[in-house]
């Protein structure tokens, strides 16, 4: 909870910024990942790392080395991997309408935030295709069709992969017992720090009944889309949670 996030991510996402988020975490829980161990000895958190079995065959993706730069903890990494591929499938998919409207600006930022965000969740190939069509934006030149084709094929792909393996792995079901004052206190440290946690915090928010349907809906939208600021204000404008139990 200690990953602190410095940058405003306005609605629909600025994907350069959700790139800073990310990057920003990755390196926070690095820190944290090595702080009882040596640097010299990753191989510290290796046992965790074999031990973690059935992991999905994703294409193009070093998953073993992108689990372990978040920690080792599997569960984060595939929600924020999740999160990624929604959002940059869509994007991804606007460069071309960028670049017909002379948008170059917005269509390399596409571009830069997919692959510095790629190579950090370990999408090597994918990276270094947006590498190459940075590369041409920046200097206002149409990226070739088959290298938007390619990288549009490979995240599709990467998409359907991970898909059918979530498929077949139900999420794990919350502890019978929350202390919803913990648990929002955690919520609401996560928040003021643009802490991407908040999306794996954000689970529970469906079962808080002291938060209507609307309010649930709108807190929950306002975190998957990286908007700190607006789940900020919507949270200090919901009744305070305690120290309670609510039992499942």
Do not use: C
Request: hydrophobic share 40%; aromatic share 8%; no cysteine.
């Amino acid at each position: 909870m200690q990953a602190g996030m410095n940058d405003h991510l306005s609605k629909p996402i600025e994907v350069d910024k959700f790139y800073q988020v990310l990057r920003h975490f990755l390196q926070v829980s690095d820190e944290q990942s090595f702080s009882s161990h040596s640097p010299n000895k990753p191989s510290a958190s290796k046992p965790a790392m074999n031990a973690l079995l059935d992991l999905p065959q994703l294409t193009g993706v070093d998953l073993e080395q992108a689990i372990f730069r978040i920690g080792g903890n599997q569960q984060r990494y595939f929600e924020i991997l999740r999160h990624f591929i929604d959002s940059q499938v869509d994007e991804l998919n606007s460069v071309t309408g960028l670049i017909e409207a002379q948008d170059w600006s917005s269509a390399t930022r596409v571009a830069h935030t997919l692959k510095g965000s790629a190579a950090n969740l370990g999408l090597e190939a994918l990276a270094q295709l947006s590498a190459e069509m940075e590369q041409s934006l920046e200097q206002q030149v149409l990226p070739s069709f088959e290298l938007l084709q390619q990288a549009q094929s490979l995240l599709t792909q990467v998409d359907d992969e991970l898909s059918a393996w979530e498929h077949q792995h139900k999420e794990p079901l919350l502890a019978e017992n929350l202390d919803w004052g913990l648990w929002y206190q955690q919520l609401q440290q996560a928040i003021n720090d643009y802490d991407v946690t908040a999306l794996s915090l954000s689970k529970s928010i469906r079962q808080v009944s002291q938060w209507d349907s609307a309010q649930q809906a709108a807190l929950i939208s306002a975190i998957e889309d990286f908007d700190f600021e607006q789940a900020k204000a919507l949270l200090a404008s919901y009744p305070q949670l305690s120290g309670e139990r609510l039992s499942q």
